[in-house]
């Protein structure tokens, strides 16, 4: 569940990213979040998983009120996501496997259980022969592939990828967004930033557009209704 | 999932490979420990032998006590409860002058020239065990200055001498531990901060994919406790190989003076303290070093 309500963001230099964003996606809710290069849309994410703060207004999410939460109980929220984060941050010393392993490791998964569930991650995204290279190896799509990979492994309650197609080809797009869909479709909450316009036109689910930190249409359309550059 | 699993086998192994992505930094930092522990062990080990050799001392010190030879043998045994009411004083033996100079007789081996000395040509004495040897002097002019004692003396070089050392000795064994425990501190840090600072990047992760600050710090604790503690033991072998050849010698040279307390005396103390400032240390320094990072 996310919840903004009249939020504004400006960064240290008075920039202003966000003048007043407000929207709801309930618990089991699937929605893209589009709009044009520095219009907030990465400034949204990071208010959701408590890496930076509102300037103003409020910010829900599963529960948690990013306003109030202390860093002590930031891990637990935390652990209620799966985020892919736009510039991926993988461990480039870690293998592709180790990379996936150490977020269920950190929530305490126990051996067994990492044993289990890491190569069936692994193979859900394509990635079952890559698993003893490291990210510096990899191409820019395989890449994005651990990210996701990475998001889905401790089977968060709500999933959150900031453009995580922009370097795959055509087919492992629509791939990743039917899984995406797939797993919405089992109850998680999917909030997907994206500039795939043909994609979204094809998958009818409510879009979000945002243009100069401003919220400017929310429908469930099913179309790509904002001209991205 | 469980949130309390036991992952210190994860802890220990994040921990070595950490210590071997630097090792010249983790060597220094065991260096720097291995260093100050032996400069410190020495200092405690010196301090110990001067305070057994004074502690000797004071058990055979001795302030000698005559008696004014006016004063009749019952008479000198009465002072003896005078004597014991001084400050200082642990016990006073009396000797009487027969005594005296069978005692002086018996050191000679001609025993010949000895045969027209009378024993009222010495005195009745005391001999004045104190507690401090430190108050030596006062206590003898305080003795001294007691009716019916005719003359206090004590061997006052030698006490006054070990005294001096000894709290030299332990004067700049505080100096130096201290200032040793701020640099390996440091420098412990420093591996920490190096190791800490590598892997900003993946610390950064590990908050964004919900580590708690313990998680990310455990590795860390153990690196910082497996390097102090290779480090004190280290330190604890090179000083008891040491101590050995010092003592070999010393008693070859057999100056009757000098008797080392042996190293098993000691050791399990001295084993101890070092474990206690290598995990300090370790431990310490680590946590000086991690808190930066952890605020993602
Ligand atoms: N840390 C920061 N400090 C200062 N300004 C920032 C910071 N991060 C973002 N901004 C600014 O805030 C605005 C919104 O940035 P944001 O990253 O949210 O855009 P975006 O919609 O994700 O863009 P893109 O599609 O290129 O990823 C931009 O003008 C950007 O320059
Ligand atoms: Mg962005």
Redesign the pocket.
């Known amino acids: 569940m996310i919840k903004m309500t009249d939020v504004f963001k400006v960064?240290?230099?008075g920039?202003k990213?966000l003048k007043g964003v407000t929207f709801t996606l309930n618990d089991g809710e699937f929605a893209f979040l589009v709009?044009?290069?520095?219009?907030?849309?990465?400034?949204?994410?990071?208010l959701l998983n408590g890496e930076?703060a509102p300037t103003d207004g409020a910010v829900m999410v599963n529960g948690y009120n990013m306003n109030k939460i202390k860093m002590r109980k930031m891990p637990y929220l935390r652990r209620t996501l799966g985020v892919v984060f736009?510039d991926l941050r993988l461990i480039n010393e870690k293998t592709v496997y180790e990379n996936v392993a150490f977020a269920m490791r950190v929530i305490g998964a126990t051996n067994k259980e990492i044993r289990a569930r890491v190569p069936y991650i692994l193979k859900l995204v394509g990635l079952e022969h890559k698993t003893g290279m490291t990210p510096p190896e990899l191409s820019g799509g395989e890449k994005q592939r651990v990210a996701i990979a990475r998001a889905l492994v401790n089977d968060p309650q709500l999933i959150i990828a900031?453009?995580p197609t922009s370097d795959l080809d055509p087919a492992r797009k629509l791939e990743i967004f039917m899984l995406l869909q797939e797993i919405n479709k089992l109850g998680t909450t999917v909030f997907v930033?994206t500039?795939e316009k043909t994609i979204v036109d094809r998958l009818s689910e409510r879009v979000i557009a945002?243009d100069g930190?401003r919220i400017i249409s929310d429908g469930m359309d099913g179309y790509y209704n904002y001209e991205v550059e | 999932m469980k949130l309390s699993r036991n992952r210190t086998g994860y802890y220990i192994k994040e921990g070595v490979v950490s210590i071997f992505t630097h090792g010249l930094m983790s060597f220094a930092s065991v260096c720097i420990i291995v260093a100050f522990l032996i400069i410190m062990g020495s200092f405690a080990l010196i301090a110990l032998n001067i305070n057994a050799v004074v502690g000797e001392l004071e058990n055979e010190n001795i302030i000698l006590v005559y008696i004014d030879e006016h004063l009749t043998e019952n008479e000198a045994r009465a002072i003896g409860t005078r004597l014991l009411a001084t400050p200082n004083v642990t016990s006073a033996r009396f000797i009487t002058r027969e005594e005296a100079l069978t005692a002086f007789i018996g050191r000679y081996e001609n025993t010949e020239r000895f045969k027209d000395v009378d024993a009222t040509w010495l005195r009745h004495r005391y001999n004045v065990f104190v507690e401090d040897i430190e108050l030596i002097s006062q206590t003898r002019d305080d003795l001294a200055d007691i009716y019916g004692v005719a003359k206090a003396t004590a061997n006052l070089r030698i006490a006054q001498g070990l005294v001096t050392l000894r709290n030299i000795v332990s004067g700049a064994s505080v100096i130096i531990v201290a200032v040793l425990l701020v640099i390996s501190l440091f420098i412990m840090s420093n591996t920490i901060k190096l190791a800490a600072f590598e892997r900003r990047e993946e610390i950064a992760i590990m908050k964004m994919v919900g580590a708690t600050n313990s998680f990310i710090r455990w590795p860390f604790i153990y690196e910082g406790f497996i390097l102090g503690v290779f480090g004190s033991s280290a330190a604890f072998a090179a000083l008891w190989a040491l101590y050995g050849l010092v003592a070999d010698r010393a008693i070859d040279v057999e100056s009757g003076l000098i008797s080392l307390i042996s190293f098993s005396t000691v050791s399990v103390p001295l084993f101890v303290v070092f474990t206690v400032i290598g995990f300090g240390v370790g431990v310490g320094g680590c946590g000086m070093a991690l808190n930066r990072y952890l605020k993602v």
């Not at chain 1, 709009?35 to 990071?46: A, E, F, H, L, N």
């Open positions: 960064y240290d230099k920039i990213a709009g044009p290069s520095g219009s907030g849309k990465s400034t949204i994410i990071k930076i736009q900031d453009e930033v500039h945002i930190g």
